[in-house]
């Protein structure tokens, strides 16, 4: 599998409880927080719920 690059777009002040805990889990915090994630089905779940929330990009893998 590949890895996703995931970036906090929008603030959680005021959002479901339910989209604050998947953006946590995916380790931002603030707006501008940007990580790179193993792409599996949790990372995949977490995403789904909090879609309107974050950016995704595909990551190349440069090890080949």
């Known amino acids: 599998m590949g890895k996703l690059r995931v970036r906090l ?7 479901p409880e339910k989209h604050i805990k998947a ?5 931002l915090r603030k707006v501008g927080d940007e ?3 193993e792409d ?3 990372v995949r779940g977490n995403i789904r719920v ?3 929330l974050v950016e995704v990009e595909e990551v190349k893998d440069e090890t080949a």
């Open 23 to 27: 953006v946590k889990s995916l380790g």
């Open 9 to 15: 777009v929008r603030g959680l002040a005021g959002k």
């Open 35 to 37: 990580r790179v994630l």
């Open 50 to 52: 909090a879609h309107y």
């Open 40 to 42: 599996n089905p949790m």
